[in-house]
């Protein structure tokens, strides 16, 4: 046999190591877990919005003894005037609460 006939069961090898799947991973741990979440919850700016504000001596910070709780039930929201969001000439589209955790806007 000449050598160029061993080519495509030598290429099939080579494409099903290459293809081969490795050994599934580990579930993460549940620290690590947290660990991530935390990370994510940081590095999108969650607290942003869904976490009430303190004043500080810096101005507002975020209170992450209620971290991500929203809006609390305790402080009424302020109804929207009539008139204001969505309509001509202002065309507002949002308002929020001092708080940021409260929005109304064209979808309720």
Request: proline share 11%; aromatic share 6%.
């Amino acid at each position: 046999m000449r050598w160029n006939q061993h080519l495509p069961v030598a290429a099939c090898a080579l494409l099903a190591a290459t293809f081969t799947q490795a050994p599934p991973a580990r579930a993460a741990e549940p620290a690590q877990q947290v660990a991530r979440g935390k990370y994510l919850v940081e590095l999108g700016g969650c607290h942003d919005c869904h976490t009430p504000k303190k004043m500080t001596a810096t101005g507002p910070a975020p209170d992450l003894s209620l971290a991500l709780s929203g809006q609390r039930a305790s402080l009424p929201v302020a109804p929207v005037p009539a008139g204001v969001l969505g309509s001509a000439p202002t065309q507002w589209i949002a308002m929020t609460n001092a708080d940021q955790t409260a929005w109304a806007g064209p979808w309720g």
